[in-house]
Structures are given as C-alpha cells and as structure tokens.
C-alpha cells in the first residue's frame, strides 16, 4: 500500500455535483533539533565532514589524555615527615603520566591569600565572599535601585575592616602584607567601580559642543593613556609619583596602583561609551529636547540608557581584560594571585610542578571572567526583548 491515501469520491447523483477529491500526506520530518544542525554545520559537505572527524578525533585523543592525566595518574596527597616537610617521592614518579595535586593542597593558603598572617587568614577568606555575594547582588536587576549603592558601601567597609584590623579586636595587618586572590579583586572591584562613573565623564566631554577646553582635556587624556602600556603607568605610579609629592608624605604603594588601574581603565571605557553615544539615533536626541529635558536629564533618562545598551559586549570585554591585567602589579612588588602562585613554587621540593599551580589559577580566572560572559549576554538578551516589545 502506498504511503498516501486517498478518498474515492462520492458518486455523481441527479442535479449534484461531484465532491472533490481530498488527499491525505502525512506530515512532514522535523527539521530542526541537534542531528538536523549537525547535519547542516558539521557535515554539510565532504570536506566539511572531514574538518569535523579530524579535529573530533584531535579534542577526544587530547580529552582522554588530560582525565588520565588530571585525575586518573593523579596523585592527590603526599606525606610529611616529622619536620613537616612534604615526601614528594610518589609525585615524581608520576611525573609526565599524573598531576600532582598535592602541592595545590599544600600550598593552597599561600596561594589564596598570600603573606597574609596564616592564624588571621580567616579574615581575607570572609572578605572573598563578601566581594563574591556584592556581585551576585549587584547582577539581579531588582536590586537596581538607590539602596544598592549603600550595600556598596557597607560591604567595602566591612571588608576594609576585616583586612586592615585594627579595630573591634582585629590585629592590624598592614597592606604590604596583603597578597592572593583579595588583592585581585580589590584592584579590579574599586578600578571598575571609578572608572566606569569617570569614563561617562570623559566620553561626554569629548562629544561636547559647547566647551572645548572640556573636550581638549578629554582628548588629550584618552589619548595619552592610550598610547602608553598599562606597565609604563604602573611604574610611574610607584617610582615617579613619590617624587612629585611633598616631604612627608608617602601614599601606599597599593593605592598608587589602584590609581593607575583607574585611569587607565576609564580611558578604554570611554571609548567604548562613545562609541555607544554616536550608534544612538539622532531622533532620540531632537525628541528628548522637544520634551524640553535639561541636558543632564537628556543624558541620565533618555541617552545613556540606550547607549549603554548598545555597546554590552565591548564593555563587558573590557571588564574582563581588566580583571586580567590585575596580574601586571607583580612588577612593582604586589603580591596578587598570580603572583602569590609563583611564589609557591618557590619552595625546591614543588618547583618541578609548576603545571599544576597554573592550571589551578587559570580556573579560578576563567570562573571570574565566564561568569561576566554569561551574564553580559543574558543582560544583552534581556534588554534586547524589553526593547521589541
């Protein structure tokens, strides 16, 4: 029987006419899912299929290597012997076959947290999740309102307490003490949160009309902190700004480099939003002035918002090559996670395990820097659908 049937139709009768003839089909194959798209991107030709199984073949022989070697061969703990040294005798013989994860256990405080004092170690510890917790709220859109920058301030508060001390039967701790993952987020929470407010500044000015020694200012800053590398001005934050200031005063070397994040992140920033200031309709400019809107309430209610809107992913990619460069302090003497890394395998016995430290720190920074991906383009989605609407 073939696939489609069909209905005899009704026999002629005196004075009526014959029914037309209706076929049934049977409904189409789906066309989308997981195989369809395969089939469409990954074996849609020969040559195609061919990319597709060798680099396929390239991803599963590297994946089943790095099991065997992260966790099959892996050497998880070794003992210590009575002077608490660590017997590393099992980790080099499996050198070249399994990790030895061993020195992520031994040395994970070190890492963590630098030369902060080990018996005071909980403090920064506490401080970690308090920035973590100040970005998950700051990430939920009902908490966008007035009181968010409060929390801000209570949460910087409460965390400078914790690592300075010194009050409510805290140990001072001084700031060249510092080190680790606190010191990384420090550097990267407050360099954003001044930047952004300041690159806004910087990118009205550079557009406006009607003051250009403002907008000469704006230009020359960007500018020049542009075409400078970021090590230059971190150098002269801490060798040549100490000698324009005067006898007497001596500002932290922590400061100085949090200054130079700054300016330098607000000086990218700017760009990006001035980019997003002129892909932004003229109309909505000429419509905000038939309103009648002064200048200020044009830019905060009407124009900012959908610039900022529009340039997300660059600014959200700014954010996390500037989260990276937090690594660059090692060249004036702090001591940020990267740093406090290397400088656990300065111990002889680990040094022929440098592998597992860093793989070890480039998770901690890809859970950083994905999650700013994943929300960025959640947020662009979002936005995205509120604006067809």
């Given amino acids: 029987m073939s696939g489609t049937a069909q209905i005899d139709p009704v026999p002629a009768t005196t004075g009526a006419t014959a029914a037309p003839v209706i076929e049934q089909r049977r409904p189409a194959a789906p066309t989308g899912g997981p195989w369809a798209w395969a089939r469409l991107n990954l074996f849609g030709s020969w040559w195609s299929t061919a990319v597709t199984l060798g680099l396929g073949a390239l991803i599963v022989l590297w994946g089943v290597r790095f099991v065997e070697w992260a966790f099959v061969h892996a050497v998880w703990s070794v003992p210590y012997n009575a002077s608490g040294q660590p017997q590393t005798a099992a980790c080099q013989e499996a050198r070249g076959v399994g990790a030895c994860w061993a020195i992520i256990a031994d040395k994970y405080r070190l890492i963590l947290f630098g030369r902060y004092p080990y018996e005071e170690q909980w403090r920064p510890a506490i401080c970690i999740v308090l920035f973590i917790g ?36 805290l140990t001072f701790v001084p700031q060249d003490s510092w080190g680790g993952l606190p010191i990384t987020l420090i550097l990267a929470t407050f360099g954003l949160a001044f930047s952004f407010p300041l690159s806004i500044l910087v990118a009205l000015g550079r557009r406006s009309t009607k003051l250009p020694a403002v907008k000469l200012l704006c230009v020359l800053y960007v500018e020049l902190i542009r075409g400078v590398p970021l090590i230059s001005l971190l150098f002269m934050a801490s060798v040549m700004f100490p000698l324009f200031m005067p006898d007497g005063v001596n500002i932290d070397k922590l400061l100085r480099a949090q200054i130079a994040f700054i300016l330098f992140a607000a000086a990218y920033l700017a760009e990006v939003v001035r980019g997003g200031l002129q892909a932004l309709p003229k109309g909505q400019y000429e419509a905000a002035d038939a309103l009648g809107l002064t200048y ?80 960025s383009r959640g947020l662009e989605r979002e936005l995205g659908r509120a604006t067809r609407r």
């Fill in 134 to 169: 100040l970005y998950v709220v700051s990430a939920i859109r009902r908490f966008w309102r007035r009181e968010l920058f409060l929390i801000w301030l209570v949460t910087l508060a409460v965390i400078g307490v914790l690592m300075w001390g010194g009050v409510l039967g």
């Fill in 296 to 375: 200020w309430q044009k830019t905060g209610k009407i124009v900012l918002p959908q610039a900022l809107r529009l340039v997300i992913p660059p600014l959200v990619n700014t954010f996390i090559g500037f989260f990276k460069d937090t690594s660059l302090v090692l060249i004036i003497g702090i001591f940020d996670l990267l740093t406090s890394g290397k400088v656990a395998l300065s111990e002889p016995v680990w040094q022929a395990f440098s592998t597992e430290i860093y793989v070890a720190l480039a998770v901690i920074y890809f859970a950083f820097c994905f999650a700013m991906s994943k929300y």
